[in-house]
């Protein structure tokens, strides 16, 4: 079992940066891949970032290239999402996840490919 715990949320203005944290526990070295997810109100959960526990490889949904950087610690256990330039439509619940390495395409950004889950960080922006 892994267990996750994020942290780092809260409210922000547009244009605004938040980090928010995601410590693992447990079993990790089983988890090679860390992903981060949102998720809006009325909307489906989405790919946001994943990143290989190695920090060898990072994968970014467009929506975010560029404002935010995934990173891990690997003496904490704990992986980071920097989130600068804050637009109102990144506001949501953002879940951190862990998983086994995959293959094929897109294999990061799948939902069912991730075993373990945290409880979930708000992220809002306001306009």
């Known amino acids: 079992q892994v267990q996750l715990v994020e942290s780092g949320g809260g409210l922000v203005q547009a244009g605004g940066s938040l980090r928010l944290s995601c410590a693992a526990s447990g079993r990790t070295f089983s988890s090679r891949v860390m992903g981060w997810f949102r998720q809006a109100p009325g909307k489906e959960r989405e790919f946001v970032v994943a990143?290989?526990?190695?920090?060898?490889?990072?994968y970014y949904a467009d929506s975010v290239k560029g404002r935010f950087t995934i990173s891990t610690d690997s003496a904490k256990n704990t992986v980071y999402l920097q989130m600068n330039s804050l637009k109102p439509e990144d506001t949501a619940v953002y879940y951190c996840?862990?998983?086994?390495?995959?293959?094929?395409?897109?294999?990061?950004?799948?939902?069912?490919?991730?075993?373990?889950w945290g409880q979930g960080t708000q992220v809002t922006v306001s306009s």
């Open positions: 996840a862990a998983r086994r390495l995959g293959y094929g395409s897109s294999w990061y950004s799948e939902l069912k490919g991730y075993e373990y």
């Open positions: 990143i290989t526990w190695s920090g060898g490889s990072t």
